[in-house]
């Protein structure tokens, strides 16, 4: 379960992320440093889930409406709105910074709800961390090695005030 004490984060920063998911596969395509905290999220918003972890649980967990599905306007003979669903999203994640440095085990999850969801977060972090949920679909994962090799990674981390050694 994600921890309430949230003392262990860096207070006034977060990193945002852009990423590109395709196939099962996640590319970073744009990394910031942003100077703003984080208000935690008290309600599902939709059934598209980002799992932020560190060490044995999540940190942060989000939600948003699912980013593979696009709808519109009717085209011409359609009598509704037009619904497809794409192979590939874009997706921007929020992630916490912990105030000592990155841990190793640091990743996000990306799910896709295949059911119904709880309404509050705090009920979806149980979900979550119940290995068993056949409710969520795992469409991808990035992890640290990955967020590395991001030519912004070591710049950022010194932002934050880690030390340069400990980003590459």
């Not at 709880?118 to 090695?145: F, G, M, Q, W």
């Amino acid at each position: 379960m994600m921890q309430d004490d949230k003392s262990y984060l860096i207070s006034g920063k977060h990193l945002r992320l852009t990423l590109q998911i395709e196939k099962n596969e996640t590319t970073i395509q744009d990394m910031n440093l942003i100077n703003e905290s984080l208000v935690e999220p008290e309600h599902v918003v939709g059934p598209f889930i980002m799992n932020i972890v560190f060490g044995n649980g999540p940190v942060w967990v989000d939600t948003m409406q699912d980013p593979f599905v696009h709808r519109g306007i009717p085209r011409r003979g359609e009598h509704e709105h037009h619904y497809e669903i794409k192979d590939s999203a874009t997706v921007v994640a929020r992630v916490p910074i912990p105030s000592k440095s990155m841990p190793d085990d640091f990743h996000i999850d990306f799910y896709r709800a295949r059911g119904p969801l709880p309404e509050e977060v705090h009920e979806l972090e149980s979900l979550l961390c119940s290995k068993k949920s056949n409710v969520l679909e795992h469409l991808s994962t990035v992890n640290l090695p990955t967020l590395k090799k991001h030519p912004e990674w070591g710049s950022i981390m010194q932002q934050a005030g880690f030390n340069p050694r400990d980003s590459i």
